[in-house]
């Protein structure tokens, strides 16, 4: 099975100010179809997860623009470039590459400081 | 807009059943694979289980292979989650989502609590 390592797994941030997530794969995500399969999620307390990011770095639909999503291969990020306070909640990178199982990382729990 | 409502959670003694279903609403169900998520109390996402479109192929995590099955109904959307032989270890937020793998999961339920105690 794949697995998926988060870093950091804790993320105080200043309001305004940006934060990176890094989330690195145990294996290559690229597929044969030449697709990465790397996703970002969002969980808000007490809410559902949501996507944010599909395919490394396309964000989905009503996603502010202040999240991005890069990387290859094994190494990703997700970056925040002014954290907003609605922005609290944890953050998990999943891989849909190399299934079943889907995988996801242990999860990044940000906060305000 | 696409809503999938989960329902059938619920406290149930060690080695009991319970049955979970998924009523999925706009968008074309039976297009779509499907897939239940679960998340144990304070911590992360582990995936379940997944199936087909038609319904011809599915998947399980190890973690549950031999004690939970799913299933769907297109005629009604709905996708369900039958679990048997339940364990302690089982107890968590169940969610369905539209998707498998590759990059699905875009749609996620509300979750359904599911409590293994005796």
């Known amino acids: 099975d794949v697995v998926m390592t988060q870093s950091p797994l804790s993320l105080p941030v200043t309001l305004g100010q940006p934060a990176s997530i890094s989330c690195r794969s145990s294996?290559?995500?690229?597929?044969?179809?030449?697709?990465?399969?790397l996703n970002w999620f969002q969980q808000r307390p007490g809410q559902s997860p949501r996507r944010l990011i599909y395919k490394v770095s396309n964000r989905d639909s009503g996603v502010p623009d202040r999240f991005s999503g890069s990387g290859s291969g094994t190494d990703f990020t997700l970056k925040i470039s002014r954290v907003e306070a609605e922005d609290v909640g944890v953050y998990y990178c999943m891989q849909g590459t190399h299934w079943p199982p889907i995988t996801f990382g242990q999860g990044t729990r940000l906060e305000i400081k | 807009q696409v809503q999938l409502v989960e329902s059938g959670g619920g406290l149930v003694k060690p080695g009991g059943s319970l049955r979970l279903s998924c009523a999925a609403s706009?968008?074309?169900?039976?297009?779509?694979?499907m897939s239940w998520i679960r998340q144990a109390p304070g911590k992360g996402l582990e995936w379940v289980s997944y199936?087909?479109?038609?319904?011809?192929?599915?998947y399980y995590a190890d973690s549950v292979k031999g004690r939970f099955t799913i299933s769907r109904d297109n005629a009604k959307n709905s996708l369900y989650l039958q679990m048997n032989s339940l364990r302690a270890e089982d107890t968590a937020v169940y969610y369905c989502?539209?998707?498998?793998?590759?990059?699905?999961?875009?749609?996620w339920g509300q979750g359904t609590l599911v409590t293994v105690s005796s």
């Open positions: 294996q290559s995500l690229v597929y044969s179809d030449g697709n990465t399969y």
């Open positions: 199936i087909s479109s038609s319904g011809s192929t599915i």
């Open positions: 706009g968008f074309t169900f039976s297009d779509y694979y």
């Open positions: 989502a539209r998707g498998g793998g590759y990059d699905s999961l875009d749609y």
